[in-house]
């Protein structure tokens, strides 16, 4: 059951990749905004399995594609659904705004290499879930892309889900997932940084005075 969860998930990701190349080259330009959406949403979550397998294989679940994060998350991505396909239905020239949406592949695209990054310097340090207790071979990593921000898995996937509705040109849900992102990643550094500072004690304290969070207006925990 196990690997048949993994596969049958595999295998649709990989079909939604296909299709979205095959809208964004073979279809209407109409829907080419469309076809960038499908292919970033398949790609980021099939990534997040792969580069998992590679760092913590020993935490590897069908949980680690995160398709199913949150119910929240689906709520999100349904609506944002509904929007497209309401406002190319209404107002088709919106989503003729190639430009906006090009912003937005260039905030997906930016934003995954930044989250892919920050887990493969991190390796074996992190973990899809905040833990409650610190491993034997746990360290506190401050190099590479650390070294300029505290979290910058969590930067790259806040300005990613942004990304995908302005690929989208999804006006309304633009401005409705910064204000959700914003508030889960101000919940979540805070959450976090206060097992950080439990884990590490001073060391993380003399980290947190040298380096941001990269979050806009998100400043974490402090003593």
Known sequence: MFVFNIVWRSVLLGIGEAFGITVTFCCSASYLSLGWYIS?????????FVVTSV?????????????????AYGIAALVSWVEYWMELWLFPDLK?????????LFLCLGGEVLRK???LTAF?????????????????????IYSLCRHPSYVGWFYWSIGTQVILCNPLCVVAY??????????????EEVTLLHFFGSEYVAYQSKV???LPFIHGYNM
Do not use: C
């Not at 003729?96 to 937005?104: H, Q, T």
């Not at 071979?137 to 190099?143: A, D, I």
């Open 40 to 48: 970033v949403m398949s790609f980021f979550h099939f990534s997040e």
């Open 55 to 71: 760092i913590r294989p020993q935490n590897l679940t069908p949980e680690s594609f995160l398709l199913n994060h949150s119910k």
């Open 96 to 104: 003729k705004s190639y430009w906006i949406s090009g912003i937005g």
């Open 117 to 119: 990054t920050a887990m």
């Open 124 to 144: 074996h340090n992190f973990d899809h879930l905040i833990r409650t207790r610190r491993e034997e071979q746990h360290q506190l990593v401050t190099t590479g």
């Open 178 to 191: 910064t204000i959700v992102s914003w508030r889960f990643f101000y919940e979540r550094v805070f959450e």
């Open 212 to 214: 941001p969070t990269g």
